[in-house]
């Protein structure tokens, strides 16, 4: 099985992709408000020189709540591609006192996804999206 996880933590992002049972990550320290080259990220991991996206059989990518905005600009990302491909997305949700590295990731994300007997209407691109578990604390206007 072949796996694509990405995740950022809003000033560190990481990729891992299993192909059959090796993993290879690449990760990189940046500035909090810069978004990473996706390209050269999918470049660190082989992709061209080893594999194809069309190989990946699941993408994943970490529900972080360290950083919202990163992690709902890979969903989109992720989504994009999965949609495109026809092929499954899978949210793992990453707490912080659980801090995964990508390479767990993947190994999480092909355990559930193999335990719903790879039950594609489950993950769907379409329907899965990035959560944010902390209370939000709306100002109202005029009041």
Same mark, same amino acid.
């Given at each position: &099985? ?15 992709? &299993? ?8 990760? &990189?320290? /940046? ?8 390209? &050269? ?5 082989? /992709?061209?020189?080893?594999?194809? #996206?069309? *190989?990946?059989? #699941? ?6 709540? =360290? ?17 495109? #491909? ?7 949700? *990453? ?7 990508? *390479? ?5 994300? @092909? ?8 039950? #594609? ?5 379409? =329907? ?10 709306? @100002?109202?206007?005029?009041?």
């Amino acid at each position: &099985m072949n796996i694509l996880a990405i995740k950022s933590c809003g000033d560190k992002t990481a990729i891992s992709v &299993m192909l059959d049972k090796e993993i290879n990550t690449f990760s &990189m320290s /940046h500035n909090r408000k810069d978004r990473p080259n996706w390209q &050269m990220f999918l470049e660190n991991v082989g /992709h061209n020189k080893i594999f194809k #996206l069309d *190989d990946i059989d #699941l993408f994943v990518f970490a529900n972080n709540q =360290n950083s919202f905005t990163a992690t709902r600009i890979i969903a989109s990302y992720l989504k994009g591609i999965a949609t495109a #491909l026809n092929k499954p997305l899978i949210s793992i949700e *990453d707490k912080p006192e659980d801090n995964f590295e990508t *390479d767990q990731i993947v190994i999480i994300a @092909k355990e559930r996804y193999l335990a719903e007997e790879n039950d #594609l209407d489950k993950f769907d691109p379409r =329907n899965v999206n990035p959560a944010y578990n902390a209370k939000i604390k709306f @100002k109202k206007l005029n009041e």
